[in-house]
Each structure stands twice: as structure tokens, then as C-alpha cells.
């Protein structure tokens, strides 16, 4: 069981950065992979980031690539996703997931959820 809470969302001008975190309960954080999801108002949940159990393989939606970094430090149980050059596009309820085998896009695939954390990009 892994339990995940996310944190650091706020409101912030486009062009600036945010960092969010997920903190993560369990001993075995360190063995899932895991992917930062986002959901707008009337739209689907969909993928932004993951980031393999180790760390050492990422991968990244195309609205990210370039903007956005995915971390891991399995020591504290978090995962990093910090986010630059903020548009009012990336406005959305940020959520952080946990996945037991690979890393994957697939909303459907992913085992456990944060609460989300919402992200409001200005103009």
C-alpha cells in the first residue's frame, strides 16, 4: 500500500516556475515508478511526467518536454516535478501516481493516487 500527497500548487504568472511535491508513505516507494498526471475542468485526467523506480529512465508529454523536469530522491520517499514557463494552458489539478511495474502514460495502469494539487497559470 502507498499512500501520496502532493503539495506546493498555487497561482503563479505565465513565464514563472512552480515545484511540486509528492511525498509519499511505505517502504517499498522505491520500487514502483511513478508519473505526474494533470485534469483541467471538463477534460480527461492525462499524463505530463513519469519517472522509473530507480530514476535513471523519464519520459514526458509533449506539452512538457522542455518546460517541465521529473525527480525522484527515494531516500525522503518524494517525487519532484518542477515546472517553468508557466502558460494559462497548464492551469489544472495536478496529481502525483504510483505504478508496481513500468513506467507508463496509461491513466488506467497506475495503482495509486494523491489527492491532487491545483496549479493556476495567470496571463
Known amino acids: 500500500q502507498v499512500q501520496l500527497v502532493e503539495s506546493g500548487g498555487g497561482l503563479v504568472q505565465a513565464g514563472g516556475s512552480l515545484r511540486l511535491s509528492c511525498a509519499a508513505s511505505g517502504r517499498t516507494f522505491s520500487s514502483y515508478a511513478m508519473g505526474w498526471f494533470r485534469q483541467a475542468p471538463g477534460k480527461e485526467r492525462e499524463f505530463v511526467a513519469g519517472?522509473?523506480?530507480?530514476?535513471?529512465?523519464?519520459y514526458y508529454a509533449d506539452s512538457a518536454k522542455g518546460r517541465f523536469t521529473i525527480s525522484r530522491d527515494n531516500a525522503k520517499n518524494t517525487v519532484y516535478l518542477q515546472m517553468s514557463s508557466l502558460k494559462p494552458d497548464d492551469t489544472a489539478v495536478y496529481y502525483c501516481a504510483a505504478e508496481q511495474e513500468k513506467l507508463t502514460t496509461r491513466v488506467l495502469e497506475y495503482d495509486y493516487w494523491g489527492q491532487g494539487t491545483q496549479v493556476t497559470g495567470s496571463s
Open positions: 519517472i522509473s523506480w530507480s530514476g535513471g529512465r523519464t
